[in-house]
């Protein structure tokens, strides 16, 4: 039989074969063949050439999509379509610990009137902070439509950070939406009720219903929205739907449209016609146009009561001081986009087979020369449709939403019932291209649109209905994201992506330069806050803390075990789980489950999260390491130790099971970790001869090993020590620690120098 | 200003130029200028070739992944890696309803033992059902680590239908693992703890801790796991690991490996050397050769004592009966796979650099023979080691998992610490190619493998840390799952795919012709059971009954109104809402969501799922639809209105807002309904004028088409008879409201035409 355990040896042949691997064999098969054989055209080549990422590439933008009814954010490269994350908004998901560990627990305080936490929400449109109207890469806000919030998501890390819960509207649609250097954020209501969650019966409609829009005051230093310096806007019972803020000439101003002005209620179950019909029979619907700057001078100067804690300035004070005017729109209309000059707001037909190209410039010199044709029943002033306009575009049957070039006065429009993306200019009113997707489009995403200075490049359309597009996976099917080239004078549909979970609304995408995530935390970071955590602990200084009733645990975490081991507790007690993990190499996740038990935490390198088990039952839960950490990921793994009460010791020491290490045992290992050693040092030896300091990955992949070996060289101490006393069971068993290291180390090596190797480095000593 | 409003001349227009975009542009560029911009290799656009499928291209395989400690599986298509879905198991996930509606709530009846539901799950082992030990597409299984529990989900629709909760074991890591004909699916323990969740402490671990492997029988005929059906074995208190079963000449039998045979007891805490030292300090651990057939003989012999309503088997029986036998094993070994023949069981060496193959048949010649060198502490009779090998092969650091080519005698070992997938003989024991990873695999699959016919052509490498591979999105990374072509002699790497949500344990793959999911559900189906519901009514029959305390709803959507649409209620009420969805058209869902509640459903065609509202806080609640499912997406909307105790009339009729109309509006609406029929004529004139009948998809979208033209038909009726009536408020709702189902039909229209158009039907009238 052959040799079992990693010997030096076979450490030393496995390392040297590596580069047998460095001239990678071309597979024999031709292009020709394989487009034969796959039943591929020449345009489908083309197109997968211009979406495929080699294997380490990069994309050249990142987009984030809202999930919709998932309650999370989708993001995903551009032009490769592949989902790098999801991340937890509004509805706890596990694999990031979020809404599972204590600290991401409490940005859930939006409590259903019944007072359970609401842990569902419907994501719609999520936008990037902005700079001087530029996206900055910062912070991503995202709303909630079914329950009013608005979250923030740093960009360092991909966590939400803040979930603010609206007091005063029940129900929105239009926001997030940033103003051009992110002093607020913007969310408008939908489907009206009274304010504040106040009841009222449905005949008081009129009097008592109202729509609303939030601006919410951004604190760009913190991350953080502040409640207290924001402020509502009380509105007409109107559906309003989407919001876009001005810029240039129009800076200072945000345009927001509504569909069902007519206020129709339905009650089909009374023989009355459905919303559907009674909410689009009128012919135009109101576009507000609102003074944002000037609302927040007079929320500053007071003129605003409080409802539930937020300050609302009502109808009658933005009649006096001039702050919200009507212009008629085509009814039942959707998109609403500003182009990126601010010239002109751009509003979809929906119900009409036209796009309206409204001039802002037009719009705010009616304003100033307070021309109006008349009120609405609120007495908000109504301007002129056709002096309003700047023109009229046929684009097709249900034309929605509309995004930008980086070429002037063009702009792409889904048409949602043609199945149809429409290039047009807006300044000449002409239609440029078409191209048909698969199906049913809603919103449509080009790089940067939002902004002063829009990309081009690529178009995503984010289809609704995926019929016959992907292998069937039963009725609830994905919904279909189409890559669409935008670089030449007609589109080319390159890429169908299926949106595995959640219904996205909309999407933005920025250039990956933009974006400067972080690999780590600092040491002890709550991730949820950004601050330090005041339960971190460093290694060496874990404890845990017994107080009647109660077993508060202060652990670390590192490859590949927990710091204790071993929690023992009482039937009844609460028990606190605090872990910090210890690591800082990059990507080096550990995870921690209790069995039988609702808790899983997701612990990056330097982070510190915690879970609270609220009444400890008597029984024994082991405890692991969810996030498969390094070799020996299966043996992270601890045991809480539940003792009736008034029963055994809860201190009692542990025991092990049976085996009894020898002096033999010792001498044994130590050999091998004397003879494993000797081989790191070739590694290690090979490395360095390199130019691997030109090399970012490599350096922090040498740090790490680096970092391992000093857990080595603590464990051989360990092991020597107890040597020296003849402990011969203790003294081999951190023998065999000393060797864990080892093999950490030496995976680490073996990463380094396969990288060097597929990466052209030289040796250079 | 140009005219609004889908006009019969617009549709016209707009359904002409359909034509236009027949002859799609190519764009101008060549692959040579494509290749030279993206900096792409020729490999690189050979790997693009073979994984790129065009718009409504099929994959050729489906791979159903775990997704770990996200608790749920993933479903992806092979060779394009592109997710189609994921499936809620575990963890609730509200974009399916899953764990929000009340039918799927029901699943979740795992209880801490404090008493609370179990909302996490950690997924490892995804198993497809098996018919003479193929997969036959009918069901998939999968284990939860955390809380032991089987889950079985129906590849009819992709849901779970059921989980079954373990009440013997604490931990477990082994499952699901199917037989051969799907008789039992296995779940082995893996952290050793007393049986049926009691109490001991650690100090007792020889005496009172063990392991266990359950036998959970799986009737096919109902499509579910019967738990009285089912038994558990006893076993030693080692970590038990992975389980696979015989096949051909070892049918009948399981392998389950096992680590920490030493039964060490961690406890750093206390200055003992971790559990990952301890556990890894012994040459060897046990293999354990279980007679499952003989166990299922034993059980219904009734030699079983009960644990918690669970037949358990004790050591002492299975020894008295021969049910259990040990092979020696190099020591914490990993992955455990049996060949397609069934002649061998290999198993990674994980901590030795070896793979041990060992024969299967000289393993039951042994035990045949009693041919036995010792017992453990348990009295259960060990083989020699080397006499049960086949032989070992040396294949790299930390070699895990094995997969099968349809090749003979080939296979493939992920080796973790190398980041390689190694190709080899195990009949001659040689290595044949090597390829790198990046980095860290675990599991890796190749198409069909677990099975008696291997399909090979594809593998697919799940890599744990995916450093320097993707666009970074802080410290948390997605996983790498590459994708490689093993068709030739040498491996390629063919793509690299980012898991944005989880970590992946392992996969199955299937060809997807062996999958035949299906598209609508039986009217009034809870999805979660399969039956019909006992709350499903058809329309026209939906109705609100009141009962003290409690308002019940018993409606149905369609495109797209709910029925009702105002529902009142008072404080403190008990609201239930039941929701079918009556639409037959594939990929026509609906949602539902109540403002400022934790509600939603995922309606599916002809599903009917169920929300509870507990106690209902007065107060105005807008719901809507939370799928964009139409053009009047948004007008899909209800009112529920709760008015305080003793408050107004809850029965009170709604009122519209404002709008009066008239008999003008009437005339004009209906001139608008009758002029649009005429071009709706005209496309299904264009559809029928073909041989639309040879696609599917064009047959069901007519089908739908009709039955909208049908609603619409309904609607004229209800105008004509108020119109009769002069009352031209309801003649003209009514009136638009047949213009929206004829919006709708026109919808699917042109969605049939252009399909037809793009897929070369021909005019054969």
């Avoid at 290490?661 to 001498?667: G, I, L, N, P, V």
Wanted: charge should be negative; include cysteine; aromatic fraction near 10%.
């Amino acid at each position: 039989m052959k040799g079992i355990w990693y010997s030096s040896t076979a450490i030393a042949t496995i390392v040297g074969a590596g580069a047998l691997l460095a001239g990678a064999a071309m597979a024999d098969d031709s292009l020709q063949d394989v487009m034969k054989s796959r039943n591929l055209t020449e345009k489908d080549v083309l197109a997968a050439a211009k979406t495929y990422v080699p294997s380490g590439g990069r994309d050249e933008f990142i987009m984030f999509s809202s999930s919709g009814q998932a309650g999370q954010v989708i993001v995903y490269g551009i032009p490769s379509m592949r989902i790098l994350k999801y991340i937890g908004v509004f509805t706890p998901e596990p694999f990031q610990g979020y809404g599972y560990d204590n600290e991401s627990k409490k940005l859930f305080t939006a409590k259903t009137p019944e007072g359970e936490t609401v842990t569902w929400g419907d994501t719609h449109h999520p936008e990037i902070s902005k700079t001087n109207g530029d996206f900055d890469g910062q912070y991503l806000f995202i709303n909630d439509k079914n329950t009013p919030r608005i979250a923030v998501i740093g960009l360092k890390d991909f966590e939400t950070r803040q979930i603010v819960v609206n007091p005063v509207l029940t129900n929105e649609h239009g926001g997030a939406v940033v103003t051009n250097n992110s002093e607020y954020v913007l969310e408008a209501s939908q489907l009206p009720a009274p304010l504040g969650h106040a009841y009222a019966p449905l005949d008081k409609f009129n009097e008592s219903y109202r729509g609303g829009i939030t601006f919410w005051k951004f604190n760009r230093d913190k991350g953080m929205i502040e409640p207290e310096n924001s402020f509502t806007l009380e509105l007409p019972p109107y559906s309003q739907d989407l919001v876009a803020v001005g810029k240039g000439p129009s800076e200072g101003w945000a345009f927001l449209n509504s569909w069902c002005s007519d206020r129709y209620i339905g009650g089909i179950e009374s023989g009355r016609a459905p919303f559907e019909a009674g909410c689009s029979a009128k012919d135009t619907d109101f576009l507000h146009v609102i003074n944002w700057k000037k609302a927040a001078e007079v929320f500053k100067a007071g003129k605003f009561t409080k409802i539930n804690g937020m300050a609302v300035i009502s109808l009658q004070t933005s009649l006096d001081e001039g702050l919200i005017y009507l212009v008629p729109e085509a009814k039942s209309p959707h998109g609403n986009d500003v182009s990126p000059d601010g010239k002109y707001d751009i509003v979809g037909g929906k119900l009409d087979t036209h796009d309206s190209v409204f001039d802002t410039e037009k719009i705010l010199g009616l304003i100033s020369a307070k021309t109006f044709v008349g009120k609405d029943a609120y007495g908000l002033p109504i301007l002129d449709m056709k002096a309003s306009l700047h023109t009229q575009v046929e684009l097709g049957l249900g034309p929605l939403h509309t995004q930008f070039d980086s070429k002037p006065c063009v702009a792409y429009t889904s048409v949602y019932v043609d199945s149809q993306v429409v290039k047009w200019d807006y300044c000449e009113g002409k239609v440029l291209d078409k191209i048909s997707v698969h199906y049913n489009i809603s919103h449509l995403t080009t790089m940067e649109s939002d902004t002063v200075s829009p990309k081009g490049k690529y178009l995503v359309a984010m289809n609704k209905l995926s019929i016959d597009r992907f292998d069937p996976v039963g009725p609830l099917h994905p919904m279909n994201h189409q890559l669409i080239d935008i670089s030449g004078d007609k589109m080319q549909l390159l890429y169908d992506s299926p949106i595995p979970l959640g219904e996205p609304h909309e999407g933005v995408a920025i250039a990956i330069g933009k974006l400067k995530p972080e690999v780590r935390y600092k040491y002890g970071t709550d991730s949820r806050t950004g601050d330090e955590s005041a339960f971190a602990v460093r290694p060496g200084s874990e404890k845990i803390v017994r107080t009647p009733g109660k077993v508060e645990v202060f652990g670390t975490v590192i490859r590949s075990h927990f710091t204790p081991e071993i929690v023992q507790a009482q039937d009844g007690d609460q028990v606190i789980f605090h872990w910090t993990n210890a690591e800082r190499a990059e990507n080096e996740v550990h995870g921690f489950g209790v069995s039988q038990h609702t808790v899983n935490l997701s612990l990056e390198p330097g982070k510190t999260a915690s879970a609270t088990i609220e009444k400890a039952s008597a029984g024994v839960y082991p405890f692991y390491c969810t996030e498969f950490c390094s070799a020996l990921h299966l043996e992270m793994e601890g045991y809480l130790v539940v003792a009736p009460k008034g029963g055994a010791d809860v201190a009692s020491a542990a025991v092990s099971g049976e085996s009894v290490r020898t002096k033999a045992d010792f001498d044994k290992q130590y050999k091998q970790d004397i003879d494993t050693q000797a081989v790191i040092d070739q590694v290690v030896g090979y490395i360095v001869s390199t130019n691997y300091k030109d090399f970012p990955t490599v350096v922090a992949l040498v740090e790490d090993a680096t970092d391992q070996l000093n857990f080595a060289k603590d464990a051989r101490a360990k092991a020597d020590d107890y040597a020296k006393r003849e402990d011969w069971q203790n003294a081999a068993l951190w023998a065999n620690q000393w060797w864990q290291y080892q093999v950490k180390a030496a995976d680490i090596g073996l990463r380094a120098k396969t990288y060097l190797e597929q990466n052209g480095a030289k040796v250079t000593k």
